[in-house]
Structures are given as C-alpha cells and as structure tokens.
C-alpha cells in the first residue's frame, strides 16, 4: 500500500516500556494494511464522539472530573482527579470502553481507554469520548490510538498550526486498517504480547523492530553520557575560573595589580557621580555580604560584591506592540541561547510606539541579557554584541538587561552566572504563576569581583579553554544528530509497507496476472476468465500464512466467490491481456504482441517466488477432486474464505456459512444450495492437509 507513517517523538512519552508499546502497535497494524490492503475511517469502527463537560474543578462535588492532566503513563490515579457538579451526567457519564482523546494544546491526540471508572464520574471539555460500535473491539481501536500510524495522522493534520488540536470531525476521518472482529481480537492479544497461531512473521517484524529500537537507545545514551561529561568539563572550567584557580600562575606574574577592593570604591564613586549628575537613577541600598554567606575562598586581592553595586542598568525589557516589519528588533527570550545568539527568532516593534521607551532602553555591546521567565528557558543569558545592520535593538518584558560600569568586563561576569553554582540556585518566583527571575534576585546577586586585569586574563584563557570544548560539543551535537537519523531510519524501514516496495521496485502487477493466463494454458491447457483468476489470486495469497502477499486486495464474498473490484479494474486495463468469447463465455487471453516480454518473466528472478507459488497452486488445481474443473476451483474457494474469515477448519461451521451466501446462479440461491455437505467436507480435507504438509 502506498500509505507512509514514521516515528514521531512524543514530548509527553517518555516511558520507555509505552514509547515500545507504540512501536508494537505500530508494527501489528502495517502488517494488517499489508496483508488484507484494505482501509478504512474511524467512523465506521464507533458508534459517535461527544465532547467533554466545561466547569471548573472543584475540591469537593458529586462527580469526579477527569482531565488530560490526570492522565500519565496511560494509568489515572481517581484518588487525585477533582470534582465537579454536573448538571447533565446523562451525557457525560464515563462507562467501560470509553475512549478519551485530548483535543488541543501541547498533548493533542493522547488518549486513555476507561477501564472501571468510580460511580458518577465524567470528562472535562478539552476531552472527545469516542465509542466503539457492535462490530469493533474497543481495545482494537485503542490499540491504534496508541501506534505511531495514528500518531503521523495527528500530526500531518497539525502540520503548520501554531497550536494543535484535533476535532471530531478530523478523528472520524483518520485511515484505520479494514479487519473483522476475530483479526481485531487476534493482534489485541499480540499488542499485551501474548502468541497467537498464524502470526509467526508478525511476531518476527515485531522482535526485530524492538531490537533495532533497543540498539539505537544505547547508542543515544552513550551520547547523552557524553554530553553530561563534557557539560562537568566546562562546569569546572568555569568554577575555577571564578574562584581564580585557573589565573593562580598570572596572579604570581603579576603582583603588583590594583586590588579589586581598590576598583570598587573607584565604582561606587563613579556611579555617585552618575547618579548626581541624574544620569542613572539611585538604587537602595544593597545588604553587605556577611562571611556565611560567601561560597568558597576567593584569592586576597579579590572582593565579594553584589551585582547591583557593580552594574550601571538592570532593567526587564517592555512587552511591545508587534508588527509584521519595522527598523527596530525585538529580543525574546527564544533568541536567548547558551553559548549562541539566534538573531533570525526577533519580531519587530511598531515604532510609533518608541517614544515610550528611554534611551537606556535600546540594547548596547556587552550588555548581558537574561531570560527571566518560564520554566526551560529562565536562567539563560548571552553577552549581547550587535552584529546585525541594525542601529536600535530593545528586549521584550521576559529579557533583562544588565549593563555594568567601564571598569567591569561583561564577559566575566557571564561566566560567573553561567556556573553551576548561580544556575542551580537562582531563586524564582511565581507571582504570575509562572517561574520567574525577579528584578532584585539579579541585583544581589553575589559575584566573586577580580582586579580588572585579572578580569580580562581570566576572560581569554577561558575563551582558548572553551574553543577546544565547543569543538567536542560539536562532534556530541553531530554524534546526537546522527543518531536520531539512525533512529528515525530503522524506525521508517520498520513502519513501512514491505509490499509496497515490492510492487514498486520488483513486481509488474500486469505482468503478474498475464503470467497466470499463460500458466493456465501451459501447465493446465486451459483459459480461464476473469471468475476463476478472481479466484485463483485469492488462493495463491490465503492458502497459506504467508509473509506478503502477491496480490495484496481486499475481497468480498461474492457470487461466484472471493472477489475483488481493485483486481478487476486492473484486468480491465491490462495491456499484456485480451479477452475473447468462447461457447462456455468470455475468456482472457495473452495478447499476441506482447508473449515476449510475458516469456521474458519466466527467466526473472523476480517472479521466481510467484511462478513457484502458483505452479503448485495448478498442480492443485490438477487433482482429481478439483479436475480443473470451474465449479470445483469455486468450491475449493468458497471453503478456504470461509475458513480464513471465521479462523475455523469445523465443517458444520463452514457448512452453516454456505448456507447463508447468496448466490445466483442457474437456479441456486444459496452456496448450500450448489455444494453438497459431503463435497465441501472432501474439499475442507484437502485444504487442512495442504497446510498441514506446510507446518
């Protein structure tokens, strides 16, 4: 089949027993597109959608409210979902088997089947319930709401939407596979990892997907070892850079340097004048920094300071009016990166809205900014450096700006608030119910100040250091890249159709089909018409249980047996095909023109499989009980549908399916009608000995 799915990290998944779960799953419902080729939409397998209640969550009421959130891992703790009063419980009453499926936001399409839910409880309105209808298996549906099939589904329906969501209407319309009840029962059980009979080959591709999967994890982890060591190895690097171990041999070079004690009062002095001269305003007093408080030994001509008392401007920036283009960028804290600035994620500022913003505003070379907002992303800071044509740059309200004294060297103090020891301890609020850095959290910030010179000598040793680091992290970045290419790769040849591969690169369907009208005038003397290679195609591909199909269709139970409209529309076209009338009625033929190139097959090792295939299947065809006979290759047919759409070899069984196949032909209404018990038994004996003589 020519449907394309492939693995889609999930940021809400990230068990690894539930990430495999979906790879299994994913695996059981190719092998089901491949092996029957037939589709479906998901509204034909439920019985409706109905989308969730909308109240607020209540700590106390008479119904429990299950929301999305409540949802992880696939299992609900009921102790922790809230309550709500429902004024309508009819409709939003949770019973067994209901599906749930999140309809917006960061989990669009995660979904949970309901399993005993307490007495009175219902589903919030961010929620669609789906129901499976007589004829589907919940859990079969459930099954591929868990796959990485429905998944590609979900997201090629999101591709480009800000933020994703799904509705009832798109849920009905996603492509399932076509199965009865009894294959949907089957691989139910091959998902919970139970062995069935007949499905060795499925239990091949799903062993062999799981153990490519558990090659290319190790594979990441080795690399996520990697990134954590090498993350120690610049941790130190700045730790003993901001304790002065790594200037400890300049210091003995350079006794006689100012200490920083000196440059302090130097820039208080200067920031009182600054102040005078109302050029930056006054800040209170900052608390002086007690011995307990200090977290290591600095050297002697070092001194502890607060941020505030060294910096000239700390400031958020302001939340802007956008437009689509202007000569002003805005910085967001998506362009706030470590180690790199992503200039091409600004927006721009309407500029008739700058007379608002004062001078200061505009962002200056060595100004640090520092995210301050959001859980992920506060925390993160560059040393700003305008490299862009543009003359004014401003920060929205989620970047501080800290812009220091000339006696202070920016590059430093990034180091310093780049360090395990600032990171791992900023102190955030949630006033807005979001992570934040507060404006006085950065002012007292403490920073372990050197001399001047000593700041600038720190900075370039740090820098060659760091060369050599970023070269590693390149090469873990490039070893990480490639091998979620390898994931992705082994993922891919997994999900995808391996008889679509074969029909596109091996297999001439025509072809096909003109060499079994050549066959069945060699090997049998015979042409048959389009009823018996109806047939005949369904025979070669489910008289055993094979690994594909030569002729992947889905068929129906027809009047004279299985029947495909796929392969008659592809008989009707077949160009190495003619069709002549005959006393006993139409019968195809090989066209004339064409018997070299049909001939030319034979000696293909492509079709070497298929014209093995079927010359056993003529030689079948051949034995006395079927004599090459139409009526008895129908009868040989009918028994062998029967006994692959029921999955039984009983003959009261199959027997009491003939009796309700409708047929018209030449007065007999029913298959029953046209076979007799005793002849369907004789056939239903041969068709369990041919396949036992397989096994």
């Not at 989308?51 to 409540?70: C, E, P, Q, V």
């Not at 209901?98 to 919030?124: C, E, H, M, Q, V």
């Not at 239990?203 to 090498?230: G, H, M, P, R, W």
């Not at 009526?631 to 039984?648: P, R, Y």
Request: charged residues 25%; hydrophobic residues 35%.
């Amino acid at each position: 089949m020519s449907l394309k799915f492939k693995f889609v990290p999930l940021t809400f998944l990230k068990d690894e027993v539930q990430i495999k779960h979906q790879i299994r799953n994913t695996i059981i419902l190719r092998y089901l597109f491949d092996k029957y080729n037939a589709t479906t939409k998901l509204k034909h397998l439920i019985s409706g959608t109905q989308y969730g209640y909308n109240a607020s969550a209540l700590k106390s009421g008479n119904n429990k409210f299950l929301r999305i959130s409540d949802i992880t891992d696939g299992k609900v703790n009921w102790n922790d979902v809230p309550y709500c009063d429902c004024t309508d419980e009819k409709t939003y009453l949770l019973h067994n088997n209901d599906l749930l499926i999140a309809r917006t936001g960061g989990t669009t399409g995660k979904s949970f089947l309901i399993s005993n839910p307490p007495k009175n409880a219902i589903y919030a309105g961010y929620l669609i319930r789906i129901q499976a209808n007589n004829e589907n298996n919940p859990e079969f549906i459930n099954l591929f709401l868990n796959s990485y099939i429905y998944w590609s589904q979900i997201v090629s329906l999101n591709k480009g939407e800000f933020r994703p969501s799904v509705n009832a209407e798109k849920l009905k319309s996603l492509i399932v596979p076509k199965v009865n009840t009894n294959i949907q029962n089957d691989v139910v059980r091959i998902s919970i990892g139970e062995k069935v009979k007949g499905y060795e080959d499925l239990f091949l591709a799903i062993d062999n997907a799981l153990s490519d999967y558990d090659k290319t994890k190790e594979i990441s982890s080795q690399i996520e070892i990697q990134k954590k060591y090498y993350e120690n190895i610049k941790q130190a690097i700045l730790q003993e850079a901001i304790q002065g171990k790594l200037t400890k041999n300049w210091r003995v070079e350079n006794p006689n340097v100012e200490p920083a004690s000196e440059l302090l009062k130097r820039i208080k002095a200067e920031k009182a004048k600054l102040i005078k001269e109302k050029k930056i305003k006054k800040e209170k007093e900052l608390a002086p920094i007690s011995k307990e408080e200090t977290p290591f030994e600095i050297p002697e001509n070092w001194v502890w300071v607060r941020l505030g008392e060294i910096a000239k401007y700390v400031q958020r920036g302001k939340s802007p009016k956008y437009v689509d283009y202007s000569s002003v960028p805005v910085i967001s804290q998506k362009c706030v990166q470590w180690n790199k600035f992503e200039f091409h994620k600004a927006r721009f500022i309407d500029e008739q809205t700058l007379d608002k913003y004062e001078e200061e505003r505009f962002l200056r070379n060595g100004d640090l900014l520092w995210n301050s907002t959001g859980d992920g992303t506060v925390g993160r800071l560059i040393e700003f450096v305008n490299e862009t044509n543009y003359d004014k740059i401003v920060a929205d309200s989620h970047v501080a700006v800290i812009r220091f004294m000339p006696s202070i060297t920016s590059s430093y103090i990034l180091f310093h608030l780049s360090s395990k020891l600032i990171q791992d301890n900023l102190i955030v609020s949630g006033s807005t119910k979001q992570t934040e850095l507060s404006r006085s959290t950065v002012l007292n910030t403490m920073i372990p100040l050197p001399p001047l010179c000593e700041q600038q000598a720190i900075v370039e040793k740090v820098k060659s250091l760091m060369v050599k680091y970023m070269a590693l992290e390149q090469e873990i970045a490039q070893s990480e890249q490639y091998a979620n290419m390898l994931m992705q790769a082994v993922l891919k040849e997994a999900f995808e159709s391996k008889m679509a591969a074969v029909e596109s690169v091996q297999m001439d369907r025509s072809i096909q089909l003109a060499l079994m009208q050549m066959m069945f005038k060699q090997n049998l003397g015979i042409n048959y018409g389009e009823v018996i290679m109806q047939k005949t195609a369904y025979n070669l591909d489910h008289l055993y249980h094979k690994e594909s199909s030569f002729f992947p269709y889905s068929y129906q139970s027809s009047n004279h047996g299985a029947f495909s409209v796929q392969l008659r529309l592809e008989l009707e076209s077949n160009p190495y095909l003619t069709t002549q009338s005959t006393e006993k009625g139409k019968v195809l033929c090989l066209e004339p023109k064409q018997k070299t190139t049909v001939l030319d097959a034979f000696s293909n090792p492509v079709y070497k499989d298929y014209i093995q295939s079927l010359t056993q299947l003529l030689e079948i065809y051949s034995l006395p009980i079927i004599g090459k006979k139409s009526n008895q290759i129908e009868l040989f047919n009918t028994v062998l549908k029967i006994m692959n759409d029921l999955g039984t070899d009983k003959i009261d069984e199959i027997y009491a399916s003939m009796e309700n196949w409708e047929i018209e032909q030449k007065g007999y209404k029913t298959k029953a009608e046209k076979f007799s018990k005793i002849d369907t038994e004789k056939i239903l004996d041969l068709v369990v000995k041919l396949r036992k003589q397989l096994v």
